[in-house]
T-cell receptor, first 117, second 112 residues
Framework: GAVVSQHPSRVICKSGTSVKIECRSLDFQATTMFWYRQFPKQSLMLMATSNEGSKATYEQGVEKDKFLINHASLTLSTLTVTSAHPEDSSFYIC?????????????FGQGTRLTVV | GENVEQHPSTLSVQEGDSAVIKCTYSDSASNYFPWYKQELGKRPQLIIDIRSNVGEKKDQRIAVTLNKTAKHFSLHITETQPEDSAVYFCAASMGGGNKLTFGTGTQLKVEL
């Protein structure tokens, strides 16, 4: 299957700082990328959908000014957690799908464990 | 929007037994239903998927059935092995580049 690479895998930051997480599709062009947040022993909650070259679509309750998403190319999307607080600590996972015309599998990055201290 | 419910939340079986996980979805427009296996701290891995034009799909010990009329689909794992222990998520999508809506997950434990 296709490869989606997410970095960093783990990050610890201080309260009030910002953290950027990168999601890259290594061997295919990802028309659409999705960002999820997962709390321990819970499901994946979609935060936002990003399409290359356009603004991200955020799910209800997700602050777009706090979770900045940029999808500047067909192979890279970034999520920036701004002014992080301890309650932002979580497992963040991106996924990518290929051609939007096709009913294709979604491939996941390896996830980023964010700890805000 | 789409709502996916998944049962049971935990499932313990003896090695060699079968395991069945069931999901229901709300949006009749959904036409793509993948199942993911996630081990602790790792990414979800697709194990099988089904599209709405078929009612059943099988891949070795894993099978998925889909009932479009009732809007439910199920994962069947036969001859379970300890390495099958993980969290399993079902999902539904309207296909193409659309988002996946995930179920709440099932913690499967296969005991020796």
């Amino acid at each position: 299957g296709a490869v989606v690479s997410q970095h960093p895998s783990r990050v610890i930051c201080k309260s009030g700082t910002s953290v950027k997480i990168e999601c890259r599709s290594l061997d295919f062009q990802a028309t659409t990328m999705f960002w999820y947040r997962q709390f321990p022993k819970q499901s994946l909650m979609l935060m936002a959908t990003s399409n290359e070259g356009s603004k991200a679509t955020y799910e209800q309750g997700v602050e777009k000014d706090k979770f900045l998403i940029n999808h500047a190319s067909l192979t890279l999307s970034t999520l920036t957690v701004t002014s992080a607080h301890p309650e932002d600590s979580s497992f963040y996972i991106c996924s990518a799908r290929g051609d939007a015309r096709m009913n294709t599998e979604a491939f996941f990055g390896q996830g980023t464990r964010l700890t805000v201290v | 929007g789409e709502n996916v419910e998944q049962h049971p939340s935990t499932l313990s079986v003896q090695e060699g037994d079968s395991a069945v996980i069931k999901c229901t979805y709300s949006d009749s427009a959904s036409n793509y239903f993948p199942w993911y296996k996630q081990e602790l701290g790792k990414r979800p891995q697709l194990i099988i998927d089904i599209r709405s034009n078929v009612g059943e799909k099988k891949d070795q010990r894993i099978a998925v059935t889909l009932n479009k009329t009732a809007k439910h689909f199920s994962l069947h794992i036969t001859e379970t092995q300890p390495e099958d222990s993980a969290v399993y998520f079902c999902a539904a999508s309207m296909g193409g580049g659309n988002k996946l809506t995930f179920g709440t997950g099932t913690q499967l434990k296969v005991e020796l």
